[in-house]
């Protein structure tokens, strides 16, 4: 793929570490489960919204932007990180935080939303679950250009095509490191939310001819709704590159994990989160790795992978959230 006509900033210096989940992998007796730490990119406490915004912000400098408007949840990584790529660049940060869980923001909340003021946003909106979001950023960036700025609007996760080539280039960055391992893998895991994660790594394993099978674990939507949302932006993203279309058999978006809805912690969430740090040392968060952690472990026991298969998790990030959530997690 050639990504290199692209305008890219670099917010990681070198290639995320791949590692072995060795005590993971044998307290399960399953496949050998491997983890690409994604969790350590770039920007402030990193996640996979970096990779989006390398493409996202060069467009924006390109277009002489001055503020960067996006929305996310109330405990958004993708706002935090959009902050953090705004302050570093020089730019302006205004966020539409969308209240998915009525009542869910609280401007005194740790987590994600203490690092909103930690980084120095420049303005808060808060709007009901089920908003119109667009108009919503639409009306922040009249305010803007009303007080004399260029903003630039990041959809929700960062998710269109530009972004999603975030996660082509980390696609064959998995290839070259996995091939430089001697690291045969069979299958990759990752979580499913604004897609464009899942979109841009499945456009980049088939548009690499990989062969090697994706599949998502929802955290928000059914399959049902899931997988098409998939396909829509992984055929955009492969449109822009001008290679073919992922098929639509290629996407699978499972939605048996997700529980009462989007960041509603699950029994499944608490024990894979737990499992990871006192297995592995590794931080997963309540609202996406941890459900996607869920998923890989549901799969494993119900004897979905082959014995001696090798699976890659896609660790997206989100720690950051935990602290936000300590209630629900401390001694459970
Ligand atoms: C946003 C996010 C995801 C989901 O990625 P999408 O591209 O929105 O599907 C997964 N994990 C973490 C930690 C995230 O912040």
Same mark, same amino acid.
């Given at each position: 793929m050639h990504l290199a006509r692209f305008p890219r900033r670099r917010y990681t210096p070198h290639p995320t570490p791949i590692e072995h989940l060795k005590h993971l992998s044998r307290e399960l007796g399953g496949p050998e489960i491997w983890i690409?730490?994604?969790?350590?990119?770039?920007?402030? !406490?990193? =996640?996979?919204k970096t990779r989006k915004l390398e493409f996202l912000v060069a467009d924006a400098l390109a277009k002489s932007a001055d503020t960067l408007v996006t929305v996310g949840a109330v405990q958004s990584n993708h706002c935090r990180l959009t902050l953090a790529a705004a302050v570093k660049e020089g730019l302006k940060c205004r966020l539409v935080l969308e209240q998915r869980v009525p009542g869910?923001?609280?401007?005194? !909340?740790? =987590?994600n939303n203490f690092l909103f003021d930690l980084l120095g946003v420049d303005g808060i909106t808060v709007v009901e679950g089920g908003s119109d979001l667009a108009a919503a950023m639409n009306a922040v960036a009249d305010d803007v250009r009303a007080a004399g700025g260029t903003p630039y609007v990041i959809p929700g996760g960062g998710s269109n095509a530009l972004g999603a080539l975030g996660y082509v280039a980390c696609a064959e960055e998995i290839l070259a490191q996995t091939f430089d391992m001697g690291l045969a893998l069979d299958q990759v895991v990752c979580a499913s939310g604004s897609a464009g994660t899942h979109a841009g790594l499945l456009t980049g394993l088939v548009g690499a001819s990989s062969g090697l099978p994706l599949t998502g674990i929802n955290v928000r939507r059914t399959r049902e709704e899931q997988e098409p949302n998939v396909h829509k932006l992984a055929t955009e993203t492969a449109a822009l590159l001008g290679i073919s279309a992922p098929a639509r058999e290629d996407v699978v978006a499972l939605g048996d994990w997700v529980g009462g809805g989007y960041s509603i912690p699950t029994p499944e969430m608490i024990e894979a989160v737990r499992m990871l740090a006192s297995l592995e040392g590794v931080l997963l968060d309540p609202v996406y790795t941890g459900k996607a952690m869920a998923g890989l472990i549901g799969l494993i026991r119900r004897g979905h992978f082959k014995n001696g298969e090798r699976v890659l998790f896609l660790h997206?990030?989100?720690?950051?959230?935990l602290y936000a959530y300590q209630p629900v997690l401390q001694g459970a």
């Open positions: 690409k730490r994604d969790d350590l990119l770039g920007l402030a !406490a990193g =996640g996979n869910s923001y609280d401007p005194k !909340a740790s =987590g997206t990030g989100g720690a950051p959230a």
